[in-house]
């Protein structure tokens, strides 16, 4: 039902980590993600730990579903000296092509302890439904 869009995101996750690159809005860093299904919805967490809610932007545009979150860096006092920072700062994001039997209208997000959820109802024309066979003594025949 889901599907990546760039089977390299894990190759530039792995660069950036090596060469120190920090995401920006133009070039954004991976974000981790698991995708499961539950019931009748389908359930997306991303990892976005450090990140306040009001800096992550949540879009569906047709059915391609892009999640961005900025971490900014933490303010500290004049006369810190910072001894060591590997948290990465910048910009993070995840693009996801939802399939046509999910209901991009009713996802609800909910954010909590660095783990932002997204849950995606199937739509009703997805899901399994009983068909009735009608008699053929139902049919009434027109005669002229």
């Known amino acids: 039902m889901l599907m990546r869009t760039d089977p390299f995101r894990e190759l530039d996750r792995m660069a950036?980590?090596?060469?120190?690159?920090?995401?920006?809005?133009?070039?954004?860093s991976a974000m981790p993600m698991d995708a499961w299904r539950d019931g009748d919805q389908y359930v997306v967490a991303f990892d976005v730990p450090g990140v306040a809610?009001?800096?992550?932007?949540?879009?569906?545009?047709?059915?391609m579903l892009t999640v961005r979150a900025e971490?900014?860096?933490?303010a500290v006092g004049e006369g810190v000296q910072v001894e060591l920072s590997e948290r990465p700062l910048g910009v993070f994001s995840r693009q996801i092509q939802l399939a046509d039997v999910l209901d991009a209208e009713g996802i609800v997000a909910d954010y909590d302890a660095g783990v932002l959820t997204l849950r995606i109802p199937i739509a009703e024309r997805a899901k399994?439904?009983?068909?009735?066979?009608?008699q053929a003594d139902d049919r009434k025949q027109i005669r002229s």
């Open 71 to 74: 971490r900014r860096p933490v």
């Open 16 to 28: 950036q980590q090596f060469f120190g690159q920090n995401g920006t809005w133009s070039r954004p």
């Open 128 to 134: 399994p439904r009983k068909i009735t066979v009608g």
């Open 53 to 63: 809610a009001d800096a992550i932007d949540i879009d569906v545009e047709r059915n």
